[in-house]
């Protein structure tokens, strides 16, 4: 990203670390927000995730298919440490095991995927 006055790029990662507020517990992105309360950063010339940024920052890619999920079940945490990969069906049960899902959402979503080919 090519900051105002036309200076020097910003790497994506000193951009992204600039934005969040570290402390003893969660680290907690500062910036902008999607509107279901994930912290949000353009990376790679799209809107994305500041908990898959962070993931992507420290560990590399993520792999196809697999989400980026919160230990601490705090949207805007960006901490490595409490972020891990899953699958999509590890969300979901990570989601309800926490008391969070919207179980009709959670199961509409589950028979559309089980009916999608390979499902």
């Known amino acids: 990203v090519m900051p105002r006055g036309g ?10 670390w600039n934005k969040v507020f570290v402390s003893l517990a969660c680290w907690e992105w500062t910036a902008a927000r999607q509107t279901n309360g994930y912290g949000r950063i353009m990376h790679n010339g799209r809107p994305t995730a500041a908990h898959r940024v962070a993931w992507e920052l420290v560990n590399g890619p993520i792999p196809e298919g697999m989400s980026v999920l919160h230990r ?42 089980w009916q999608e080919p390979g499902g």
């Open 7 to 16: 200076s020097r790029p910003v790497p994506t990662n000193e951009r992204f």
């Open 72 to 113: 601490c079940d705090n949207r805007i945490c960006v901490r490595p440490e409490h972020l891990f990969l899953g699958t999509y069906k590890d969300n979901s049960d990570d989601k309800i095991a926490k008391g969070r899902a919207d179980m009709p959402l959670v199961i509409e979503t589950a028979i559309r995927k």
